[in-house]
């Protein structure tokens, strides 16, 4: 199972394992400052932060697992089967898709704060990248050194949550994962 954490401890640590039985063809992507990013439905950004992660990289294209910017925002997509739900592209409605998160954000944000004010008018649209490439099930997490936060796209939409854990895996939605560690709260 992928999990990704935010840990504060002396400084800022963001990571996730990629727990796969095989591999995709990742390898670590740099996107430069003046790396043109272009998008399906919303603009084109030509002027953003730098970032570097993993991505599977499809025709030029890279489709990042993960990432980190300059400004140390950083952002993990997990798998989320069942309970993911992406959208027709809505008019009035700033339109990513899945694989779009992860670079918009990371180019144009240097806060969790930031991520969130984005992300809040968002349809993740169900977009794919091309014939042979279907989107996967995905939610994410973002964090910074002072919050962490998780963005699933679900039946009713785009939800946006505190994390409080600074912790995700794959399924269940958030909450749930936040309920259950009650169970563990005689732990030390």
Excluded: W
């Excluded at 649209?125 to 002072?146: M, S």
């Amino acid at each position: 199972m992928c999990t990704a954490i935010s840990l504060k401890c002396g400084g800022h640590f963001f990571g996730r394992n990629l727990d796969m039985e095989f591999s995709y063809g990742e390898s670590v992507a740099v996107i430069p400052r003046k790396y043109k990013l272009k998008f399906l439905k919303t603009d084109n950004i030509y002027e953003h932060f730098a970032f570097i992660g993993a991505a599977h990289v499809a025709d030029g294209f890279p489709l990042f697992y993960d990432g980190v910017n300059e400004k140390g925002l950083g952002v993990a997509a997990l798998n989320f089967p069942v309970y993911c739900r992406y959208f027709p592209v809505k008019e009035g409605k700033r339109n990513l898709a899945p694989f779009e998160a992860i670079p918009r954000v990371l180019a144009s944000c240097a806060s969790v704060k930031e991520a969130r004010a984005l992300l809040e008018g968002v349809n993740i649209a169900d977009l794919h990248y091309g014939a042979e490439l279907k989107n996967t099930p995905l939610h994410f997490i973002i964090a910074d050194r002072t919050q962490c936060i998780v963005a699933e796209s679900v039946e009713d939409g785009l939800k946006i949550y505190d994390d409080p854990a600074g912790v995700l895996t794959n399924s269940p939605p958030f909450p749930y994962m936040l309920y259950s560690l009650n169970e563990y709260a005689g732990l030390s």
